[in-house]
């Protein structure tokens, strides 16, 4: 461009579509069919932002709709720093079949206000049109002399035009205005209503595709303005923001969906899309709608297209997450489908790029429906998608237990600041107390409204809670899972909130943890153990308390019975805890060998004993390396069997299988393994416990 | 023994799908066949295909097209040639038809109903005629990474054309080999070659025999694709179709006017729309997806 021009003059460039053309025989030319590039170009490099709203379709006539007499299209238009005004020419041409096309021919000039110039020297220049004869270069801009023009008036009667209404202005074939006039009357248009729009207008027009995107718009004719009127009136209630490049971010979805390879850019433009917050949940919801996720949902369409756009739609938008575990019918025992795998795979691929919040944001939209009654979703669905190795959501697990805990230590800090306080479903408080600070929440406010208000009741016996159960079951799991001390002391949390007693095994540990001779305590709420009937017999008695005598009688019969049962089963082995309140780790190790060990020990021999164990182990490693193999590349055999030995913490290995007290100690450690992972304990190497196992010796490897 | 008989007579459709790009020379009547697909006029009742459903917004796009311009007896417009593949309008057709028995898919035999689901670009057709002439443009290379995507390729073929054999030899030469040269993992595809306005009654009379048919308009492309297929780059199958179909059973006239005619084929447009009803529209789609010909399909 020409560095230093006088300021009345301007340099305006021009582009038009590409097509390769003919001389008829006439003088005029028929088109020989499209470039996909620009031509006529008289600019080194076209402006990015004017491409990117030529692909966003708000210079485009609806198809059909371009007429011999020339449409005229005004925009102004930012990107970056810079501003242009462009002005789109839209002929009818037709190629050598005799069909039509839109051609256009585009001027631009630098800057906001120079619209009516570029309007003025086209006029002066007889309104030139597309014409793929007259060749422009580089160097053929054209400087226009602003001065050279006298200002024209526009037309009064048009200045008297309402200006109110937000929707564009449309004009009758009959009010026909000059450019002049329409340009003054978009100008009018955003000052009055000042929302920060850019000038927009178009002229002559037949049909548009995103009419809603101009402020003006003169009908070319009858027919047309009917059609211009219904399109305006049936403008989506979700319509693009301004600031998003809609065209980019429709390519990014389809790219993804479509591809059998993720390219990460598409992800990096969505990833771009859902930090800026301008871009409402709404319109995120037209995007994926407008490439069929609706109908997918509703109509039970899995193709791989299909579920990738589903799928990304339950990390783009959390609150979908729950249709999309039903959707894709997720059973957390089964091994996944082909369409789970698929879903599997797309996340593992994706999830890096998105931020931890997000996917959270997903798993804290299930927890309330989790908590309903009843629940809309099991425990065991929300563990599996928040564990299972190639969910997108296993990387915000840590994320939630973390959000729970501050929003528990929220709601306890609050209450041991203030005095009662009630929190009604309104969100009122009605108290004189302050207003609890709902807005510091990690967790959606609804999970926690009966907890904040029964929080001072949580140790009376009488208040339990019992919609948080689940809960409690979840982070059980999660703890099962990971290992993780803090979802251990919320589950027990939220047992003791839900049942009033909390699992042996999680009091036990948090026992040890706090290292307290005391009952342990979780945000001040005393933890009671769940307790056996027989325990609570025992307890009585070492406490000396008085009973009647029956029930002594009943008693000392019913331990007889069961002592002699036991000896008979595990002979001298047998040792039995009856200190278990003391609560000393010696005890308490004692106590879970209780009861449990005669249960583990007629399975183990029932087990070993029967003429299939040696078999149904076999088969089980062997499905075991198989699985792995596949779902692991790169993994041997005996890497695979290294790793299950390790983690049942004896030896698996085949050669071995026909020895008795190998099967005793394979039986145990299967037992072992069922034991802590909650699975059906029965020494048997099958069904849940192969894949348990399978999903640990993946983790292991990978 | 309970569970297979379950697994094979399961009552919901069996799922086949593909993805698929539209290719062939300007005029060919690409988006036609795609609008008529999806639009499906005047269904005939003892047709195995139960219903086409259009998923999203370019599906709707291309029923607006349909009612809009064809049903008006109006020419669709040249579809533009976007710079970047990823602007193609990408259309996802659902369609649900009865199954038939078959020895390489015994599941879809059994099952009732089987939808077949596509994910189609319709590409403009100066990719065929130009674009592929161009070896060293980065546009060229642009395209064929977005073919990569798919797994079947439909290559429609004015049957009137036979005059561009040769043309059409050599951009399906140029476009196999840059397919091979740009896939690095060696996928097989199929490529389907129809042959489009078969209401013309030089094509009509042989439109149920369509690879004898193909090979006698079209003997040097039939050939490459053959030696294609021979050095194992997929399979080939022919096809024949009409996207605004015949008028009248016994004595059948074409449901067209023609508004030109040259050695590029026949320009057309639909002379009684009321009475619109395409023919061998879904049976090359159905091969695409099963690698099965559907033998009601083919009857047209």
């Known amino acids: 461009m020409s560095l230093s021009l006088p300021s009345s003059m301007i340099e305006i460039h021009e582009f038009s579509t590409g097509i390769l053309s003919q001389k008829t025989a006439d003088g005029g030319w028929v088109s020989l069919g499209f470039t996909g590039q620009y031509m006529n170009v008289t600019v080194e490099n076209i402006p990015e932002a004017i491409e990117r709203s030529i692909v966003n379709r708000e210079f485009a006539v609806a198809e059909g709709a371009s007429r011999d007499n020339p449409a005229v299209i005004g925009r102004v238009i930012k990107g970056g720093d810079d501003t242009w005004s462009v002005m789109a020419v839209v002929s009818r041409g037709r190629d050598e079949k005799g069909r039509s096309a839109s051609m256009y021919r585009y001027f631009f000039c630098h800057g906001e206000h120079s619209l009516k110039d570029i309007i003025n020297w086209w006029e002066s220049k007889r309104r030139p049109v597309f014409n793929p004869l007259e060749t422009k270069n580089t160097r053929q801009s054209h400087l226009f002399n602003t001065a050279s023009i006298s ?24 009010q026909q205005y000059d450019l002049r006039t329409i340009h003054t009357l978009a100008n009018r248009k955003i000052n009055s209503h000042n929302k920060g729009e850019l000038v927009s207008w178009a002229f002559n027009v037949e049909a548009l595709e995103k009419p809603w995107r101009f402020q003006v718009i003169q009908a070319a004719s009858t027919p047309a303005y009917e059609i211009l009127k219904r399109t305006i009136s049936n403008t989506p209630q979700i319509v693009a923001p301004v600031v998003i ?26 990833v771009d899309a859902l930090n800026n917050n301008q871009i409402p949940t709404e319109y995120w919801h037209t995007l994926f709608d407008a490439e069929g996720a609706k109908t997918a949902i509703t109509q039970n369409f899995y193709s791989p297209a299909m579920i990738k756009l589903v799928t990304l739609r339950a990390i783009v938008i959390p609150e979908t ?40 944001d997903g798993i804290k939209s299930l927890l309330p429906k989790l908590c309903n009654l009843p629940p809309q979703i099991t425990p065991k669905s929300v563990c599996w998608i928040l564990t299972y190795r190639a969910s997108a959501w296993i990387l915000c697990s840590q994320e939630i237990i973390n959000d729970i805990s501050s929003d528990l230590r929220l709601i306890n800090t609050y209450h041991s600041q203030t005095g009662s306080y009630h929190y009604s479903n309104s969100g009122t408080h009605t108290s004189d107390s302050p207003k609890f600070p709902v807005n510091e929440l990690k967790c959606y406010t609804e999970l926690w409204i009966s907890l904040i208000n029964h929080w001072r009741n949580l140790g009376n016996n009488y208040k339990k809670l019992k919609k948080y159960k689940p809960l409690a079951q979840l982070l059980e799991k999660l703890y099962q899972r990971s290992n993780s001390s803090r979802a251990c002391e919320l589950s027990a949390f939220f047992y003791q909130v839900s049942d009033g007693k909390v699992p042996r095994k999680l ?45 002594v009688a009943t008693l000392i019969i019913a331990m007889s019975i069961i002592m002699f049962f036991s000896g008979f089963l595990l002979g001298s082995e047998m040792d039995f805890p009856f200190l278990w309140h003391q609560k000393s780790e010696d005890t308490s190790k004692s106590q879970e060998k209780s009861g449990n060990q005669i249960a583990e020990e007629k399975a183990i021999r029932t ?83 192969i894949e348990e196992l399978e999903r640990r010796v993946e983790e292991k490897i990978n | 023994m309970y569970n297979i008989i379950k697994k094979y007579t399961k009552p919901e459709a069996l799922a086949k799908n593909a993805v698929v790009r539209v290719i062939g020379d300007r005029g060919s009547g690409k988006t036609a066949y795609m609008a008529s697909l999806a639009r499906w006029p005047n269904a005939d009742t003892t047709s195995p295909v139960q219903s086409v459903i259009p998923i999203g917004e370019a599906g709707e796009d291309l029923i607006t ?125 199929r490529i389907a070659l129809v042959l489009t306005k078969c209401e013309q009654p030089e094509l009509w009379v042989n439109h149920h025999n369509s690879s004898f048919l193909a090979h006698a308009r079209f003997p040097q492309l039939c050939q490459r694709l053959k030696t294609w297929q021979q050095m194992g780059g997929g399979q080939v199958d022919y096809f024949t179709a009409s996207a605004f179909g015949m008028l009248g059973n016994r004595y059948p006239e074409p449901n067209v006017t023609i508004i030109s005619r040259d050695r590029g084929g026949i320009s057309a447009v639909i002379k009684d729309p ?23 399909l083919d009857k047209g």
Not at chain 1, 514 to 531: A, T
Not at chain 2, 94 to 107: R, V
Not at chain 2, 277 to 291: D, E, K, N, Q, S
Request: charge should be negative.
């Open chain 1, 607 to 689: 087990a070993i004993h029967d003429g299939n164990f040696n078999k149904t182990t076999k088969e089980g490693v062997e499905r075991i390396i198989n699985d792995v193999k596949n779902n692991v590349p790169g993994s041997t055999k005996k890497e695979i069997i290294q790793t299950i030995n390790n983690v049942l913490k004896v030896d698996m290995d085949n050669a071995n299988v026909d020895h008795q007290g190998e099967d005793r100690r394979k039986a145990e450690a299967i037992y072992k393994f069922q034991s802590d992972n909650a699975l059906k304990q029965d020494g048997y190497l099958r069904d849940e416990t």
């Open chain 1, 245 to 270: 490049d809609e065209a980019a971010l429709k390519s990014a979805i389809r790219g993804l969906m479509n591809s059998s390879q993720v390219k990460l850019e598409f992800v990096k433009v969505i």
């Open chain 1, 321 to 360: 997450l729950l249709e999309y575990i039903s959707w894709l019918n997720i059973k957390p025992d089964k091994k996944p489908d082909e369409n789970q795998t698929i879903a599997l795979k797309f996340q593992q691929e994706i999830r890096e790029e998105f931020p931890k919040e997000k996917l959270a």
């Open chain 1, 151 to 174: 200002a024209t008036e526009p037309q009064a009667e048009a200045l008297a035009l309402p200006m109110y209404k937000s929707e564009p202005m449309l004009l009758r074939p009959e």
């Open chain 1, 507 to 551: 009091y036990n540990k948090i026992n040890q943890l706090q290292e307290s001779h005391y009952s342990p305590q979780i945000f001040e709420l005393r933890l009671e153990p769940d307790v056996s009937l027989v325990e609570s017999i025992v307890s009585f008695f070492l406490k000396g308390e008085i009973v009647p005598l029956n029930l």
């Open chain 2, 274 to 296: 009321k009475r619109w009803r395409p023919f061998g529209l879904v049976a090359p789609i159905y091969w695409l997806c099963t690698g099965d010909r559907h033998k009601e």
């Open chain 2, 65 to 189: 097209k349909a009612q809009n311009i064809l049903e008006q007896g109006l020419q669709l417009e040249q579809t533009a040639m976007q710079h970047d593949a990823i602007n193609v309008q990408d259309y996802t057709l659902k369609i649900t038809l009865k199954g038939q028995f078959s020895w390489k898919n015994p599941q879809v035999g059994i099952s009732q109903l089987v939808d077949i689901s596509i994910s189609c670009k319709d590409y403009s057709g100066e990719f065929f005629s130009d674009l592929l002439q161009q070896s060293s443009s980065l546009q060229l290379r642009n395209y064929l990474e977005d073919c990569l995507q798919a797994t079947g390729i439909m290559l429609l073929v004015d049957g009137n054309s036979n005059r561009k054999d040769l043309e059409y030899t050599n951009s399906i030469d140029k476009f196999v080999t840059g397919l091979d040269r740009t896939d690095r993992d060696l996928n097989s595809r």
